[in-house]
């Protein structure tokens, strides 16, 4: 046994009998030695001896009152994610995937029912070449599978009775922003925590809802608000997937590169100004399309998902309101139900809003808005839809968000140009309404009123 002090406290190591490791066990002092002052007490060397995880980390301090009937605790957690575009992720010419489950004989699978149709004999054989064994949850992820029952069946799938895994083990995931929400938060609630690699197969995941630290099911209250914050530990993006999308699809997910680019990168969007129609019609070069366009499409792909982690990464537990990445989605998720509309298609028209509401604001020039707004027109994405002239169902949407995001205010991102944005802590109602009459207006001069293309659920068969 050795006696040791750390930071003025008595701690004792001792040596178990068989394993050969110390073990650290900390000696309260009697009453009578407690100084009558604040003690930190840490302990060492559990990270290198007792460690669970190889992408999670945490390190805690405790602080004594100098009552004696009071302490403190500050914990901190700590995370690796990794997101990496890659090429053929199936293909037997790229290991990566068989280099994470190789030591382990074994890849425990979550794989969207469609892509399972359209990849899995392609997944097989990728394990099959590697003499890993696939075990493999084929779920149905439409958006109305996103419940809790969806996640109670992927847990059951991961539990004791299913493949019984450890939460060491990384559940890999295959799929659309449905899947990886629903599964991702089966792996936060499985063992409380176990990793998962996130291969997103639409533009959506790929870019947004795949890396995300935001999983989550469909609540009661509303869509999204039951969940956890916990990322992928890995995110493959592989564009090849984008192929066998629809279009619609593809439009879709444009949306949240544009939200990127207006909030964070003037560069993604002068690419976006360029390409995007190309990039769309050929569903990111993997339809048609000269190399010279592939190479385009990586750089956007990888400027989005840079922007979007840059914010999401250094705030992955929501804890501050600076959130660029939610600009587009402050009235959307009260207008985006009602009205029937794509995500994407309620994210643009969120958009265009708001470039509007900024110039009425001050923020932003005209010009800018409407490179914005053109933007987003030229992708085939709505920037208006009648529904905005309910002023009530707007001002009740704002009500929601202002309660969503705490008590300090609405912190709606707004462009301040192309590549800023600011926050507006409030939106009073006469600016709201004056905002809307402004943006109901500038879109009368548009033949199609502002519409987009395939802008409906029901327009993809979703509805
Ligand atoms: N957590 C987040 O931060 C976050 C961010 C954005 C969106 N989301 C969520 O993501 C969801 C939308 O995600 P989505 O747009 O990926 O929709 P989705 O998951 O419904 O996928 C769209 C459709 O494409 C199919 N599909 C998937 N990959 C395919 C492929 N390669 N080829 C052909 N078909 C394929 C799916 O089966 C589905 O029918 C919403 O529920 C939204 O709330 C979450
Ligand atoms: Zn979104």
């Given at each position: 046994m050795v006696a040791g002090s750390l930071l003025g406290h008595k701690l004792h190591w001792e040596r178990p009998s068989t394993k050969g490791v110390y073990m650290v066990q900390e000696v309260l002092p009697t009453r009578r030695e407690m100084p009558a002052q604040r003690r930190s007490i840490g302990r060492e060397k559990h990270a290198e001896q007792?460690?669970?995880?190889?992408w999670y980390d945490g390190s805690g301090e405790i602080v004594a009152g100098a009552d004696n009937r009071s302490f403190c605790v500050q914990a901190t957690y700590t995370l690796e994610a990794t997101v990496k575009l890659v090429d053929g992720?199936?293909?037997?010419?790229?290991?990566t995937l068989a280099e994470l489950y190789r030591a382990r004989g074994r890849c425990v699978a979550v794989v969207d029912a469609t892509v399972a149709e359209l990849y899995g004999a392609e997944m097989q054989a990728y394990f099959a070449h590697y003499d890993i064994a696939l075990n493999e949850y084929v779920c149905r992820a439409w958006e109305t599978d996103k419940t809790p029952d969806t996640v109670l069946t992927i847990l059951k799938f991961l539990g004791k009775d299913g493949?019984?895994?450890?939460?060491n083990e990384p559940v890999l995931v295959v799929g659309g922003g449905v899947l990886s929400d629903v599964a991702g938060l089966a792996c936060a609630l499985h063992h409380r925590r176990t990793p998962y690699v996130m291969v997103g197969t639409t533009v959506v995941s790929a870019i947004?809802?795949?890396?995300?630290p935001r999983t989550c099911t469909n609540g009661s209250?509303?869509?999204?608000s039951l969940g956890s914050y916990h990322p992928p530990v890995l995110t493959l993006v592989d564009?090849?997937?984008?192929?066998?999308?629809?279009t619609g699809h593809v439009r879709n997910g444009v949306a949240e590169i544009i939200k990127m680019a207006v909030t964070d990168d003037p560069t993604l969007f002068a690419l976006m100004e360029e390409h995007g129609p190309a990039l769309v019609v050929s569903h990111f070069a993997t339809l048609e399309g000269s190399e010279s366009l592939g190479a385009i499409a990586d750089e956007v792909i990888y400027r989005a998902l840079y922007a979007y982690m840059k914010h999401e990464g250094t705030n992955m537990f929501e804890t501050?309101?600076?959130?660029?990445?939610a600009y587009g989605h402050t009235w959307s998720p009260r207008f985006e139900p009602a009205a029937k509309l794509m995500h994407g298609h309620a994210v643009s028209i969120g958009m265009a809003f708001g470039a509007t509401l900024a110039v009425e604001m001050g923020w932003l020039s005209l010009g800018d808005r409407d490179r914005i707004v053109n933007l987003c027109r030229a992708v085939g994405?709505?920037?208006?839809?009648?529904?905005?002239?309910?002023l009530e169902l707007m001002a009740e949407g704002q009500k929601n968000m202002r309660r969503k995001r705490g008590?300090?205010?609405?912190?709606a991102p707004l462009p301040t140009g192309i590549g800023a944005c600011d926050y507006a802590q409030e939106v009073p109602l006469a600016l709201l309404e004056q905002a809307i009459g402004a943006h109901r207006d500038y879109c009368e001069q548009f033949a199609d009123g502002g519409a987009g293309h395939e802008m409906y659920l029901s327009d993809l068969g979703l509805a």
């Open positions: 007792y460690r669970t995880s190889a992720v199936f293909e037997v010419g790229n290991p493949c019984d895994v450890s939460r947004d809802a795949g890396p995300s209250q509303f869509k999204n564009r090849r997937f984008f192929r066998t999308l629809a501050y309101q600076d959130r660029p990445h994405l709505s920037v208006y839809h009648p529904i905005l002239t309910d008590d300090g205010g609405l912190w």
